[in-house]
């Protein structure tokens, strides 16, 4: 799996302070820099860093609050935050771990501290590399007994990454979000063959209908709860969300609105427009038209689905169509010729797909 160079931002109204931090962490990591809450909210949307390490005492706004926008962001929930600052006090060091900050370095610095600190954060997201590869193999090994086809985890992450781009997310959390997509019914290993394989409706046996919920669950376990790291989370949560509405009609745990995870709302619709369009599912006779589709989404937009993921659906149509017959289901494509590409690689050969289209040209 391809990883690029760390990039971290540092945030400092003091420009010697800044000055310092680029001595220490210039030899081994690539640096952007903010001086100001507001020019560190907008570095992180635009450069998405791997780790951010932020100031507590700026003038406007303080780092306490450039910590809480950037937690409430779904572009930048995810980045790791290391507060570097002289307010060392165990309730300040408290506020910040609430905020959602992975770790605390007192001011005056101390460079091998420092760097030991910074290394250890980063060394997670290697660890994810590791994590992730085995989670795609084991999601592989369950592939075989169930009754999806073979492309569907591919054109699941390649649509899911067209929703991300189009709705404004970064290439590098684009390219960690097609990467954790196929993940989402890992949690099927764990459901029993009769119930994966049943030719007809699971609802209407609830015995069978709540075993195959579980596969969240199941899902959920796999990947591992109380893990830290971004790619690790946005696992997670996609494996244990991606079946929850905004009316609180989903499942496994009935969550309503801003409470489910955007990244799982964004595979959610991925997925259930490529398994309506599939015409070899065994519980119904056919694909669905591509007319009913839309309107069946249509009817789910603002009450079950978010109106901006839908909007970005039909936005994205022509092109999603043209995934859909890009890998269809009779030559499956390995999922390695994707995700061993850079995010700018893998952005751009996306971006391709139906530019030469076998059904229009």
């Known amino acids: 799996m391809y990883r690029q160079g760390f990039t971290i931002l540092l945030v400092d109204d003091e420009p010697n302070n800044l000055s310092l931090?680029?001595?220490v962490l210039a030899d081994s990591y690539n640096l952007k820099f903010?001086?100001?809450?507001?020019s560190a909210l907008a570095g992180a949307v635009k450069h998405m860093p791997d780790l951010i390490l932020l100031d507590i005492m700026m003038p406007e706004m303080d780092g306490y609050e450039v910590c809480r926008l950037l937690k409430k962001d779904p572009l930048t929930v995810n980045i790791p935050v290391i507060f570097v600052t002289a307010k060392g006090e165990i309730a300040d060091k408290k506020r910040g771990f609430d905020l959602g900050a992975v770790d605390y370095v007192t001011k005056p610095i101390?460079?091998?501290?420092?760097l030991a600190r910074v290394a250890t954060h980063l060394r997670l997201i290697d660890r994810d590399t590791a994590v992730i590869e085995g989670l795609l193999s084991l999601m592989r090994a369950a592939k075989l007994k169930d009754n999806e086809t073979a492309n569907h985890t591919l054109r699941v992450a390649v649509i899911t990454h067209l929703l991300a781009r189009h709705l404004g997310y970064d290439l590098l959390l684009a390219y960690r979000l097609f990467l954790v997509a196929p993940l989402h019914d890992?949690?099927?290993i764990g459901v029993r063959d009769e119930i994966l394989l049943f030719p007809g409706n699971l609802r209407e046996n609830p015995e069978m209908w709540q075993e195959m919920q579980a596969h969240t669950l199941h899902g959920a376990d796999i990947i591992g709860?109380?893990?830290?790291?971004?790619?690790m989370i946005?696992?997670?949560n996609v494996a244990r969300f991606h079946h929850e509405k905004l009316d609180g009609s989903g499942y496994p745990d009935g969550l309503k609105g801003d409470d489910i995870p955007f990244e799982a709302l964004i595979t959610s619709v991925a997925d259930m427009i490529d398994a309506m369009l599939d015409p070899t599912r065994p519980y119904r006779q056919g694909a669905i038209p591509e007319e009913k589709v839309r309107e069946l989404l249509a009817m789910d937009r603002g009450g079950k689905l978010p109106g901006k993921i839908i909007d970005a659906v039909f936005a994205l149509w022509r092109q999603i169509m043209a995934v859909e017959?890009?890998?269809p289901n009779d030559s499956p494509v390995p999922f390695n010729n994707f995700s061993h590409l850079s995010p700018e690689?893998?952005?751009r050969r996306i971006s391709m797909i139906g530019e030469y289209d076998r059904e229009t040209a």
């Open 345 to 347: 690689d893998l952005d």
């Open 325 to 327: 017959r890009a890998f």
């Open 186 to 188: 890992i949690g099927k």
């Open 234 to 236: 946005m696992a997670y």
């Open 34 to 38: 903010a001086n100001s809450g507001k």
């Open 225 to 231: 709860e109380g893990i830290q790291s971004p790619v």
């Open 21 to 23: 931090l680029q001595q």
């Open 110 to 114: 101390e460079p091998p501290i420092l």
